[in-house]
């Protein structure tokens, strides 16, 4: 009997299946947290953002409008939701119409099979990336990512990422001439590198240091047992990313839906 190669098992829609189990709990410092039946939310500025679902099957409509009633109920004025693969990957257009909901933000779903070498994805001579495995590389990699971002880097504290010896994260610092340029991260799933968070600083852009933080992460990754890179990317990135060999195959859109709720301030967590 032929063996199938490896390649071959990382069809459309497994990966849209990927792109659908990454969903991080994480949530910004200074917001609200809280869970009710399965719905996952953070609450911040009168906004309840849904961050997971984990009950029972359901349509997806149906979750939205419960997610919808819950974030009414708890003075929210607004739900945020992630129409794309999983749960609400069937969302109809006539309970978004209805719902007056507003698309806020798209993000690409790309992939980069690892069968070969990453192709066009190569670091260039004068940027160096080194692996942040103690506290002072870990704290350079915290501060570039705030300079960059505005805000401390999600993976830090994120319950999701996994910090133990299978799934712990990949963090990166970009050097130029010695000096930090720019930072990104990937947390291993299984066989998946989910590549986020990579960040350069102004002073160093158009000096390749995005690129080579894509190339050093999925060299260490492949190294780890990866098979499939997974981005979840901004459409400022993910053009850049299909010149290096990514694929796109869907897309996330961040969706707003107001509640109808008008309150001064946001009920404390039960």
């Not at 996952?40 to 409008?65: C, K, M, S, W």
């Not at 945020?80 to 109809?92: A, H, K, Q």
């Not at 990135?237 to 010149?243: E, F, G, K």
Request: aromatic share 8%.
């Amino acid at each position: 009997m032929s063996v199938e190669p490896e390649a071959m098992r990382w069809t459309p829609d497994a990966i849209l299946a990927q792109s659908a189990a990454w969903r991080s709990s994480w949530h910004p410092s200074g917001s609200t947290y809280f869970t009710v039946d399965g719905y996952e939310f953070y609450e911040q500025d009168g906004e309840a953002t849904l961050l997971n679902y984990r009950g029972p099957h359901r349509d997806a409509d149906e979750i939205v409008d419960a997610a919808t009633e819950i974030a009414t109920t708890r003075g929210a004025h607004a739900v945020l939701v992630t129409v794309g693969p999983g749960p609400l990957e069937r969302m109809s257009n006539e309970l978004l119409d209805a719902r007056d909901a507003r698309t806020v933000a798209v993000v690409d779903v790309v992939a980069m099979i690892l069968d070969e070498p990453a192709g066009g994805v190569e670091a260039p001579d004068d940027v160096r990336c080194i692996k942040a495995t103690d506290l002072h590389t870990r704290t350079v990699f915290g501060e570039v990512s705030l300079r960059a971002w505005g805000f401390a880097p999600p993976i830090l504290t994120d319950p999701e990422s996994g910090h133990d010896d299978d799934r712990a994260p990949g963090l990166f610092v970009a050097l130029c001439a010695g000096t930090p340029a720019g930072a990104g991260g990937y947390s291993l799933s299984g066989e998946v590198a989910r590549l986020w968070g990579a960040a350069v600083l102004s002073d160093f852009r158009r000096r390749g240091v995005y690129r080579a933080l894509i190339a050093e992460r999925i060299r260490d990754a492949r190294a780890r047992g990866a098979t499939l890179a997974l981005v979840h990317a901004e459409q400022t990135s993910a053009p850049i990313l299909q010149r290096w060999g990514f694929v796109k195959f869907g897309e996330r859109s961040r969706v707003r839906i107001p509640t109808g709720a008008r309150v001064d301030r946001w009920p404390s967590t039960r």
